[in-house]
């Protein structure tokens, strides 16, 4: 079974022997590969929509995983217990719904459990939830899928809330990838501050005109450390 490559990197942070928890699954292909590939011990794949599910249990049906996968209606980790995963991965949704959803599981801040996220748009506010509920953000990756870039990363609860670079939730861990991708995702995110920037400049507040000019100074330095480092 082929995994997008947008999945695949995901995928790839999943502990091996975990039961994992698919959130947003759709078809279930995730949730297929992991179990297909020995990474997962058995897995979760949950949906807040009842034609995902269907898609997903043919997935699980034509691949034979009745007895590893169980499908769950769920609107995020509603209906999850904590004890039915130790890894959980949310692909494909925007960064803002994640941490809507993260941020109902209290349940999530337990030092053995693992959150991945592949967020479609708005990934500082996932990584805000981190950052401020004191999860570490372990590793990041990018890729480019079908000519788009992608990110996604894993986290992990700590109870520590650190202090980070004012630009911290729009780079996250990206900076330490030493992938092209990485760089060509974070000029994206750049380009896109600067944007704001320009707008905040002409109708909004010299206040937050003043933040985000300091965000994208400190971007630009940590791109460009990045390519003096390769
Ligand atoms: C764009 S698809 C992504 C599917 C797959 N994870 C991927 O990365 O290709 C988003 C899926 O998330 C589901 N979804 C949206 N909101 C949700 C929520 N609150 N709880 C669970 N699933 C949700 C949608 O029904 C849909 O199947």
Redesign the pocket.
């Known amino acids: 079974m082929n995994l997008?490559e947008?999945?695949l990197m995901?995928a790839k942070m999943v502990r091996k022997g975990n039961a994992v928890a698919?959130?947003?699954?759709?078809?279930a292909?995730?949730a297929a590969w992991l179990v297909l590939n020995g990474i997962a011990s058995k897995a979760l794949a949950?949906?807040?929509?009842k034609?995902?599910l269907e898609?997903a249990r043919k997935t699980v049906e034509h691949y034979g995983l009745k007895d590893k996968i169980t499908l769950r209606l769920?609107?995020?980790?509603?209906d999850i217990e904590p004890f039915e995963a130790d890894d959980f991965?949310?692909?494909?949704?925007g960064g803002t719904?994640m941490e809507?959803?993260a941020s109902r599981a209290y349940w999530l801040k337990d030092k053995s459990k693992r959150i991945i996220v592949?967020p479609?748009s708005h990934a500082e506010d996932i990584r805000r939830f981190f950052v401020e509920n004191g999860f570490e953000i372990l590793c990041e990756d990018a890729c480019i899928d079908s000519g788009k870039l992608y990110c996604a990363m894993a986290a992990e609860y700590t109870g520590e809330i650190k202090e980070k670079p004012i630009s911290y939730i729009y780079t996250g861990e990206l900076s330490k990838c030493a992938k092209p991708e990485a760089k060509l995702y974070l000029e994206k995110i750049n380009a896109q501050l600067k944007k704001k920037l320009e707008a905040e400049k002409i109708h909004g507040s010299a206040e937050v005109a003043c933040y985000l000019e300091k965000i994208t100074l400190k971007t630009e330095e940590i791109i460009n450390g990045m390519q003096a480092d390769g």
């Open positions: 997008s947008r999945m995901a698919d959130i947003g699954t759709d078809h292909y995730l949950c949906d807040i929509r034609s995902p898609n769920s609107d995020g980790f509603d991965i949310m692909c494909g949704m719904l809507q959803l592949q479609q």
